[in-house]
C-alpha cells in the first residue's frame, strides 16, 4: 500500500472513488436523491479545488502497488480547531475492504497530525453507519451528536467522534 498526496489533476479520480464507496456504504442509510446530493455538492470540482487551495486541508490517495489500483481516498484539515485536525473524509471501495487498508490510512493520519502539532481528530459518522464501529476499534470514542441541515431538506444525523493523540 501506498499513500500518495492528492493533487487537483486527481479530482476526477477522487470524485470516482467517492460514488464508488457511497453507492456501497450509503446504500441502506441514504436515499438515492440524497445521496446524488451530497456527491453533487460535497464532490464538486470546485468543492475540491477550494480544497485544494487550502493549505491546511489534505488529500491523499491509497493506492495499491500489487494490483495497481486506487483502493479509495482520505480528506482531512488540520487546525480545524485549536490543536484538533477535523477527518472529514475517508473511503475505500467496496472490494478494497477488509485489507487493513483503513486502520493504515488511519495510522498515516495520526503520524501526519502529530508532525502538524495538532493532537486531536474529530469526524462525523452517520449514526446508522457501520463504519462507527471501525473508528471505535481505532481509539475514537463518542462525544456528543448532532444533527446537520446539509441543504435540499436533507440532514445528516450523525455521532461527534474523537481520538486524542
Known amino acids: 500500500m501506498?499513500?500518495?498526496?492528492?493533487t487537483q489533476e486527481n479530482i476526477p479520480l477522487i470524485q470516482d472513488l467517492a460514488k464508488r464507496s457511497w453507492?456501497?456504504?450509503y446504500a441502506e442509510i441514504l436515499s438515492q436523491e440524497q445521496m446524488k446530493y451530497m456527491l453533487e455538492t460535497m464532490y464538486s470540482q470546485e468543492e475540491i479545488a477550494s480544497h485544494l487551495e487550502n493549505p491546511n486541508?489534505?488529500?491523499?490517495?491509497?493506492?495499491?502497488?500489487?494490483?495497481?489500483?486506487?483502493?479509495?481516498?482520505?480528506?482531512?484539515?488540520?487546525?480545524?480547531?485549536?490543536?484538533?485536525?477535523?477527518?472529514?473524509?475517508?473511503?475505500l471501495v467496496p472490494e478494497s475492504?477488509?485489507?487493513?487498508?483503513?486502520?493504515?490510512?488511519?495510522e498515516f493520519l495520526n503520524e501526519k497530525v502529530k508532525e502538524i502539532g495538532d493532537n486531536r481528530i474529530i469526524l462525523n459518522v452517520n449514526k446508522y453507519n457501520s463504519a462507527k464501529k471501525f473508528y471505535e476499534y481505532q481509539g475514537y470514542k463518542v462525544y456528543d451528536e448532532g444533527i446537520f441541515d446539509i441543504g435540499n431538506d436533507f440532514v445528516m444525523d450523525d455521532f461527534l467522534m474523537e481520538k486524542k493523540i
Not at 67 to 91: M, Q
Open 2 to 6: 501506498k499513500i500518495i498526496k492528492a
Open 23 to 25: 453507492e456501497n456504504a
Open 57 to 91: 486541508y489534505h488529500y491523499y490517495l491509497v493506492f495499491d502497488e500489487n494490483s495497481n489500483v486506487y483502493d479509495g481516498f482520505i480528506g482531512f484539515e488540520n487546525h480545524y480547531e485549536e490543536n484538533t485536525t477535523k477527518l472529514h473524509r475517508i473511503y
Open 97 to 106: 475492504k477488509g485489507k487493513g487498508l483503513g486502520k493504515k490510512t488511519l
